[in-house]
């Protein structure tokens, strides 16, 4: 997917899941971004929560898969750039389950008596 813009009144926050290596970038305004690591759900409320301030032009890119809060701070909008991560993993993966299938359907229709 190509980077997107999106533009934030004051106040608003923007929740969405995003990948690994996935960037933003404050093209206006200021924004704060906010954050937990997704391996550990199971901790609820208890997991650290990483919270990141972007004045203009600064970037962020996250270490790891989260869902993620995008809040426009400051007295006017703001507006950030979304790139949503490194590209081609999604076929890699895909690729790489349906080898182990095909595996696992082969051993079970040649298996010896």
Not at 11 to 30: D, M, N, P, R
Not at 69 to 88: C, N, S, W
Not at 93 to 107: C, E
Request: proline share 5%.
């Amino acid at each position: 997917m190509k980077p997107f813009e999106y533009r934030y009144a004051p106040g608003q926050i923007h929740a969405a899941w995003f990948k690994c290596g996935s960037a933003i970038v404050a093209l206006e305004g200021t924004l704060r971004v906010s954050y937990r690591d997704a391996s550990l759900d199971w901790l609820l409320g208890d997991a650290p929560k990483v919270s990141v301030v972007l004045c203009e032009g600064e970037r962020h890119v996250l270490p790891y898969e989260a869902f993620v809060e995008v809040l426009a701070t400051g007295q006017r909008h703001a507006i950030a750039q979304i790139d949503t991560g490194p590209r081609g993993w999604p076929m890699v993966a895909t690729i790489g389950r349906w080898l182990v299938s095909i595996g696992r359907l082969n051993g079970a229709l040649f298996r010896r008596s």
